[in-house]
């Protein structure tokens, strides 16, 4: 417990030590900054920089992390990983992402290789390894959250956009109008929508990269409705409508599931814990007879069998009360 505090505090005064400096070169870089701006010190390359303002399209850092960059584009996995972070709402590059992953499997598997005998050092990997996804899983539970949110919002925004059609107002217009009327995610989705079908994208064009960026079943409903009805004609106004009173009724009828699959989830969660709780209980009321697990060879393959037939199973529930709307 004294090492691990010990740590913990070391851990913790290095990083403060390392804020306050980076803290300080930065305030000292941008003071420096002024004073040469006051002087008209200048020099012409940072003057033309300045004259040629930010990019219109801001493209991915492959200066940054180039041995992560280099990894990725050799499986392919920079683009998901970009798109991941753009239906999240991060602003993050990607090489931030992979150098915080890599990091927290340093530092887990660091903190684990000090508690653990020799010749279990190897068996530190695995909670390392479960520890470097945590990056990856808040990105994963932000992007949950956010399209979560968005389908919530979104019954709405259709028929306000019905309403400002038959009020006289364009289509394109209506997606314009959805920005200073509603919250974000949906807000933002829809005024860069907008946005790149007033610089000059189509508009079929500028949704199917809107339900591409929001990879809802409701969103491609809509693309498809919008695009179909601008090759066929119609009322688009009353099929919005329409989409928007199926979708709530798609929410309704997920709630009932939801309610009735509780039952069935409850139970696995349940069959899943009660190994979990016997083996605790056991190592405290026969310790002899748990140690056998993890001292004798046959025990470590007894327990790699157990843990994996138990995820089997849990897997097997989840997906029994799995049903999709």
């Known amino acids: 417990m004294a090492i691990f505090t010990g740590i913990a505090i070391a851990v913790w005064i290095g990083s403060m030590s390392i804020w306050y400096l980076v803290t300080n070169v930065l305030k000292s870089k941008d003071v420096d900054k002024i004073k040469s701006r006051l002087a008209g010190k200048e020099t012409k390359a940072k003057v033309k ?101 968005f389908e919530e919002l979104f019954p709405d925004s259709l028929e306000f ?31 860069r929508a907008f946005e790149e079908h007033n610089l000059g994208l189509p508009l079929d064009v500028a949704l199917e990269k809107l339900a591409k960026r929001v990879p809802l079943l409701d969103v491609q409903f809509f693309v498809s409705a919008v695009i179909l009805q601008k090759r066929t004609g119609g009322n688009l106004a009353e099929i919005l409508d329409k989409l928007a009173f199926i979708i709530r009724e798609r929410f309704k009828l997920r709630g009932k599931i939801r309610a009735i699959s509780a039952h069935g989830k ?15 209980m056991m190592f405290f009321t026969n310790r002899d007879y748990v140690l056998f697990f993890f001292n004798d060879e046959v025990g470590h393959y007894m327990v790699a069998a157990a843990i994996g037939l138990q995820m089997l199973g849990y897997w097997i529930i989840q997906q029994i009360v799995k049903i999709e709307v």
């Open 49 to 149: 920089a300045a004259k040629r303002g930010p990019a219109l399209i801001e493209s991915e850092d492959l200066q940054t992390g180039k041995l992560a960059m280099r990894m990725l584009k050799k499986w392919d996995l920079q683009p998901r990983l970009q798109a991941l972070l753009e239906q999240a709402g991060l602003k993050w590059r990607v090489a931030r992402l992979v150098h915080a992953c890599l990091g927290f499997f340093l530092a887990g598997y660091l903190c684990v290789h000090f508690f653990l005998p020799l010749k279990y050092r190897v068996l530190g990997l695995i909670p390392a390894a479960i520890v470097g996804l945590l990056p990856l899983w808040h990105v994963l539970r932000k992007r949950a959250s956010r399209m979560h949110r």
């Open 161 to 191: 956009v019905s309403r400002s059609m038959r009020a006289g107002h364009a289509f394109s217009v209506s997606l314009e109008m959805i920005h200073r009327e509603f919250q974000e995610p949906l807000a933002s989705e829809f005024k």
């Open 266 to 280: 409850m139970t696995g969660t349940a069959l899943s814990s009660i190994p979990i709780v016997v083996a605790i």
